[in-house]
C-alpha cells in the first residue's frame, strides 16, 4: 500500500472518529442541558411548595390566644354567681342590650317576674319589628339566662297591658272564644292554676285544642304551660 493510500485512510479515519466523538460530545452536552432544565423546574416547583408568608405563624398563634381569651371569658362568665332574679336586677342587666335597641329606634322595659317567666315590653320600633320574636329569644332571653341561671324559665314580650292571670280570667276569656270552639265540635273548661301552669278539660279534635292553648297562653303570658286533658 502506498504511501498515499495510507495517509488518505488516516485521514479519513481521524475524520470519522473526530465525528463520533463530536457527535458523543453534543449528545452529551443535550442530556447535561435537558438534566440541567429538569433540576431548575423541580427546584422551582420545590420552591412553591415551601415558600409559606413569614407571618402565617404569629397570625395562628394570634388566632388561637384570641379564641383562648374569648373562650376563658365565656367560661368566667358563666362561672359568675348567678344574680337574684328582681324586678331591680333584670332592668339593670337589661342596660347590656339597650344601646342595640336604641339604635334601632326602641327599647324594652320589664312589665310583671312571676313563677320563673319574665314578662318584658318591647317598645318604639322594636314593638312592631318583625324580627321582634328572635330579639327576644336570641338576644333577652339568652342574656338573662346566663345573669340569673335557672331562676329564669321564659322571658316573654307583651305589647299592650298585661292580664291578670286567675281561673276567673282565663274562663272569662274562654267564654268569648266559646261559640268559635263550638263550631268546630269542641269544648273547653279551666280545671286548675298553679304556679304558672294551666290544666285544662277538653274534648274535641287535638288540632284545636293546641290553638286554644296557644291564644290562651298569647293572652296570658304569665301562663307558662297549658296542659289538656282529653275526655271523650
Not at 107 to 113: F, K
Not at 200 to 224: C, D, N, W
Request: contains cysteine; hydrophobic residues 35%; charged residues 30%.
Amino acid at each position: 500500500m502506498g504511501k498515499g493510500e495510507g495517509l488518505g485512510r488516516g485521514r479519513e479515519g481521524a475524520s470519522a472518529s473526530g465525528t463520533s466523538a463530536g457527535d458523543a460530545n453534543g449528545a452529551g452536552r443535550q442530556r447535561t442541558s435537558e438534566a440541567s432544565e429538569r433540576g431548575v423546574e423541580e427546584s422551582a416547583q420545590s420552591a412553591k411548595r415551601v415558600v409559606v408568608s413569614p407571618f402565617a405563624g404569629e397570625l395562628d398563634v394570634a388566632g388561637r390566644a384570641r379564641a383562648s381569651v374569648a373562650s376563658e371569658a365565656e367560661e368566667g362568665e358563666n362561672d359568675a354567681p348567678k344574680l337574684e332574679l328582681t324586678m331591680e336586677n333584670v332592668d339593670k342587666a337589661l342596660d347590656e342590650v339597650r344601646p342595640y335597641l336604641i339604635t334601632d329606634g326602641g327599647n324594652v322595659e320589664v312589665v310583671s317576674i312571676e313563677n320563673g317567666i319574665v314578662v318584658v315590653r318591647l317598645i318604639g320600633a322594636c314593638g312592631s319589628c318583625a324580627s321582634s320574636s328572635a330579639t327576644m329569644k336570641g338576644g333577652i332571653e339568652k342574656m338573662l339566662k346566663k345573669k340569673f341561671g335557672d331562676a329564669v324559665e321564659e322571658v316573654c314580650n307583651v305589647s299592650g297591658e298585661l292580664q291578670t292571670m286567675s281561673v276567673d280570667a282565663i274562663e272569662e276569656h274562654l267564654g268569648k272564644l266559646r261559640n268559635s270552639i263550638k263550631s268546630y265540635g269542641g269544648e273547653c273548661r279551666v280545671l286548675t292554676l298553679e304556679r304558672g301552669v294551666l290544666l285544662l278539660e277538653f274534648q274535641g279534635p287535638q288540632a284545636l285544642a293546641f290553638s286554644i292553648a296557644e291564644a290562651i297562653k298569647k293572652k296570658f303570658p304569665l301562663v307558662r304551660e297549658c296542659k289538656i286533658k282529653q275526655i271523650s
